[in-house]
């Protein structure tokens, strides 16, 4: 793969592009399973034939490889390999990242901001409605909302942050050309148009048990908190907390009834040292954003000083440490700002840290 082909679309008749695609799906038809191996392999390469080589896995055979792709380019998705600049900076990150994304809508989404709502599949009527709330309020600031596609809080969240105007994510646990479960097809459609449909498995895959809690690390590592409104003790939405605590992402739970089986997995991850979740502003503040003030900058436009700072990373991408020493000023005095623009689509963080623009 070329450093400038930051996507790989089914549909371009190119045959270099045609003949790396294919290498990437070998790759992941190989390892997808094994990510921490095929991430290993990969780092050391940079290159999808060469890493399937290092990995002493057997490519599939040209006849699956050329269904796979006619499957991509029948449902509109484009591959994002691992090495892509335009591969999200938070996965990258990661020991078993994914070796090559599927992405039905638009992939910029996955380097934004966002914040994922996980919950039970058969929520009480105070869930549904908490998520209803939070994830309406969290994207009209501007976050993203990113969950499973699942049935009960998962579908809910998706929905609000549609309805109100917002973005969202979904990270499916089948293939890209799949949706799971089927009542959910429309939203799917929906997210597509307005945001992303994500996935990280070779097209055709079917939803297997297992592929649930192996996917749920995605979703955790997208985001910049992860927030549990109703869970049972057996729960993959615990499963999706584990992870997030595993990579450092904050945990936050809506407290419940005492008793509610539907609250029992929140009100112990609260007892051993989640955040509370009260209001949405208590997952949006350390971000250095509230609702409100999202709605006053959005229509006020980005002010002077933060113009100064869109010039200063065009000039010369940097980290936050690099851009305050060259204006001359604590890294500190720079964070809000650079937040709101990050909030605002207008900046993204590499994934070695450094800041650049990505809209004007």
Do not use: K
């Amino acid at each position: 793969m070329t450093d400038e082909a930051e996507f790989l679309d089914p549909a371009d008749p190119r045959p270099q592009v045609q003949a790396a695609l294919r290498e990437w799906l070998a790759l992941q038809h190989a390892l997808a399973f094994f990510p921490r191996d095929g991430t290993a392999c990969l780092r050391a390469t940079r290159d999808a034939r060469a890493a399937l080589a290092a990995s002493g896995r057997v490519a599939p055979g040209r006849a699956v490889l050329d269904r796979a792709v006619e499957r991509l380019r029948a449902c509109g998705a484009v591959a994002v390999p691992q090495p892509s600049a335009a591969f999200p900076p938070r996965l990258a990150r990661l020991d078993d990242a994914p070796l090559l994304l599927h992405v039905r809508g638009d992939a910029s989404w996955l380097c934004r901001p966002s914040i994922a709502i996980v919950g039970s599949r058969a929520p009480s009527a105070y869930g549904r409605a908490a998520a209803e709330r939070f994830a309406a309020e969290i994207a009209r600031a501007g976050v993203v909302v990113v969950s499973g596609l699942a049935t009960g809080i998962d579908g809910v969240a998706h929905l609000a942050a549609l309805e109100s105007g917002g973005t969202t994510v979904a990270v499916q646990a089948c293939g890209p050309d799949l949706v799971y479960p089927r009542t959910h097809r429309h939203l799917a459609e929906r997210i597509a148009a307005c945001g992303a449909l994500v996935s990280e498995l070779f097209p055709a895959t079917p939803p297997r048990p297992a592929n649930f809690p192996f996917r749920n690390r995605l979703i955790s590592a997208l985001a910049v908190a992860v927030l549990v409104v109703e869970a049972r003790l057996r729960s993959g939405s615990l499963v999706t907390a584990r992870h997030a605590a595993d990579q450092g992402v904050d945990v936050y739970a809506l407290p419940g009834p005492l008793g509610a089986p539907t609250s029992e997995g929140t009100n112990r991850l609260l007892r051993d040292g989640a955040h509370v979740a009260l209001e949405p502003e208590d997952l949006l503040r350390p971000l250095g954003w509230v609702p409100e003030r999202a709605r006053r900058r959005r229509s006020a436009g980005i002010d002077p000083r933060q113009r100064s700072l869109v010039a200063a990373i065009r000039e010369a991408p940097a980290t936050l440490d690099e851009l305050a020493n060259r204006l001359g000023t604590a890294p500190e005095r720079l964070a809000l700002d650079l937040v709101e623009l990050e909030l605002a689509g207008t900046i993204a963080t590499d994934r070695d840290g450094r800041l650049r623009v990505v809209r004007a």
